[in-house]
T-cell receptor, first 115, second 111 residues
Framework: AQKITQTQPGMFVQEKEAVTLDCTYDTSDPSYGLFWYKQPSSGEMIFLIYQGSYDQQNATEGRYSLNFQKARKSANLVISASQLGDSAMYFC????????????FGTGTSLTVIP | NAGVTQTPKFRVLKTGQSMTLLCAQDMNHEYMYWYRQDPGMGLRLIHYSVGEGTTAKGEVPDGYNVSRLKKQNFLLGLESAAPSQTSVYFCASNGARNEQFFGPGTRLTVL
């Protein structure tokens, strides 16, 4: 069964607009961590934001925020004020301490920012 | 401070050949990971290590072996390469805030 599901293969957003990238996860462990990574066309993986399962507040890092809805098992990434440099693949991931610190990645969403 | 480095960056193998990929980190991280990335599949965990001298299987361990003899190094071995192992391989290590730092990747082609 898929641990991380990203249902949007590709997204487009106008420059300076906000965009939400969807992510749902599946775990029965109460302790887990959720991550978002950016992979530009150059290929490197860049950490964006982290949310712990026990964190009360939604995580924010600059223009990135994570909309964490625990009951729905969703961890959507919101990018505000999109920039051309935000065009990239975005991966949602989960660290599952119950299965021994393994990380599970989704299949990614390709974001294109339109000038 | 180099972060996470991987050697080599590119490699072409023939079916049945063996090779070792080297990952090194200079951040004193305990946790290290090897992933493979295939088109449309995201990243899949091959093996990981929670400290020097320890290794564990991930989601797709078959056909690979690993060793963590020194804390800063994590080696991934292919004993008998197969075309299905053509992929981009990423190494990563864990930081204090749980984020993973990734190496630049190794593009492996098995003919």
């Amino acid at each position: 069964a898929q641990k991380i599901t990203q249902t949007q293969p590709g997204m487009f957003v106008q420059e300076k607009e906000a965009v939400t990238l969807d992510c749902t996860y599946d775990t029965s462990d109460p302790s887990y961590g959720l991550f978002w990574y950016k992979q530009p066309s150059s290929g490197e993986m860049i950490f964006l934001i982290y949310q712990g399962s026990y964190d009360q507040q939604n995580a924010t890092e600059g223009r990135y925020s994570l909309n964490f809805q625990k009951a729905r098992k969703s961890a959507n990434l919101v990018i505000s004020a999109s920039q051309l440099g935000d065009s990239a693949m975005y991966f949602c991931a989960m660290r599952d301490w119950y299965t021994g610190n393994q990380f599970y990645f989704g299949t990614g969403t390709s974001l294109t920012v339109i000038p | 401070n180099a972060g996470v480095t991987q050697t080599p960056k590119f490699r072409v193998l023939k079916t049945g050949q063996s090779m070792t990929l080297l990952c090194a980190q200079d951040m004193n991280h305990e946790y290290m990971y090897w992933y493979r990335q295939d088109p449309g599949m995201g990243l899949r965990l091959i093996h990981y290590s929670v400290g020097e001298g320890t290794t564990a299987k991930g989601e797709v361990p078959d056909g690979y072996n690993v060793s963590r003899l020194k804390k800063q190094n994590f080696l991934l071995g292919l004993e008998s390469a197969a075309p299905s192992q053509t992929s981009v391989y990423f190494c990563a290590s864990n930081g204090a805030r749980n984020e993973q730092f990734f190496g630049p990747g190794t593009r492996l082609t098995v003919l």
